[in-house]
């Protein structure tokens, strides 16, 4: 069974800081590319970050400088590290893994990341 199954959302101040982490598991982890999306109340899904299975990554505009996506091909595991939270980050995160060979799209169940004082 295909798995993908997020956690580390919670409540934050601004300024701070959260890792998300995602446990893959019934995919060939290391042929799939990585990523984390999000989407707040009322926007739509938007790319946060990704990795290649081969290392490369792409990160949006507004997160540059302050979010690291890492990947463990050995634990099929890959974390999102936010630093300098801003509220406007608020949303439900979500991993998503797209196989290299057959584009076979997998998606979890979100995580909520809340930065509010």
């Known amino acids: 069974q295909v798995q993908l199954v997020e956690s580390g959302g919670g409540l934050v101040q601004p300024g701070g800081s959260l890792r998300l982490s995602c446990a893959a598991s019934g995919i060939i982890f290391n042929i799939n590319v990585m990523g984390w999306h999000r989407q707040a109340p009322g926007k739509e899904r938007e790319l946060v970050a990704r990795?290649?299975?081969?290392?490369?990554?792409n990160y949006l505009d507004s997160v540059k400088g302050r979010f690291t996506i890492s990947r463990d091909n050995a634990k099929n595991t890959v974390s999102l590290q936010m630093n300098s939270l801003k509220p406007e980050d608020t949303a439900v995160y979500y991993c998503?893994?797209?196989?290299?060979?057959?584009?076979?799209?997998?998606w979890g169940q979100g995580t909520l990341v809340t930065v509010s004082s």
């Open positions: 990795m290649s299975s081969g290392g490369s990554t």
């Open positions: 998503n893994a797209v196989n290299d060979l057959t584009g076979l799209e997998v």
